[in-house]
């Protein structure tokens, strides 16, 4: 079955240093890809998205690169801050389905 | 611009019973969707409205059901509660038609706990 996955649960990282969440999916068919932040007793917040025509897509501090031949998303966040910290998700969507299909997290700790 | 809001914010209802949670869309928005979130894990859908109709719906049991009103606004049902729903219920909107999925705004969130 399809599921979104990613390969770490909690990556601590420096301030200052580049952080890379990972994410890989299995549904061949997914072409819409966002990624989520979601802080402590909040909900998630929209950080980027990227359509399968892509693999490159850049926002303010934060790059989404898709690989579809291997099924693979990843989010660099540049200059990672304190308030960066939180939980990252990535979730898929394939044309048609009306759910976005999440994967399980990873919990990003900013180190000072 | 108001974003998504959701009420109540926290709820405790023991097994067996019923609950009904609310959701205001962002201003704008024709579209609502529910998702669950346990503890630790990432949100799974549960059902979308559009047009006041449920146009979409994950694997959850008829116990789960909901309602859109005329002002978008929506309300999560949940029957004869099980110790498996306590979670985060999420509400999220969106503008679009049924066939997109577009950018989705988040409200808060009401955490449910059944004992």
């Known amino acids: 079955g399809e599921s979104v996955g990613l390969h770490l649960p909690t990556l601590s990282v420096q301030e200052g240093d580049n952080s890379i969440i990972n994410c890989a999916y299995s549904?061949?068919?997914?072409?819409?890809f966002i990624w989520y932040k979601q802080e402590s007793g909040k909900g998630p917040q929209f950080i980027i998205d990227?359509?399968?025509?892509?693999d490159k897509r850049q926002g303010q501090r934060v790059t989404v690169l898709l690989n579809k031949t291997v099924k693979h998303l990843s989010l660099q966040i540049a200059a990672t801050q304190p308030g960066d910290s939180a939980v990252y998700f990535c979730a898929e969507n394939t044309t048609g389905r009306r759910a976005l299909t999440f994967g399980s997290g990873t919990r990003l700790q900013v180190q000072p | 611009e108001t974003g998504v809001t959701q009420s109540p914010t926290h709820l405790i209802k023991t097994r067996g019973q019923q609950v009904t949670l609310r959701c205001s869309s962002q201003s704008g928005h024709n579209t609502v969707s529910w998702y669950q979130q346990a503890l630790g894990q990432g949100p799974q859908f549960i059902f979308q409205y559009y047009r006041e109709e449920e146009n979409g719906r994950g694997n959850f049991p008829p116990r789960f059901s909901g309602l859109q009103f005329p002002n978008y606004s929506s309300e999560l049902n949940v029957n004869a509660l099980e110790l498996d729903d306590s979670a985060l219920y999420l509400c999220?909107?969106?503008?679009?038609?049924?066939?997109?999925?577009?950018?989705?705004?988040f409200g808060e969130g009401s955490r449910l706990t059944v004992l």
């Open positions: 999220a909107s969106r503008q679009g038609t049924s066939g997109n999925t577009g950018e989705l705004f």
């Open positions: 549904n061949s068919a997914s072409d819409y």
């Open positions: 990227i359509r399968s025509n892509m």
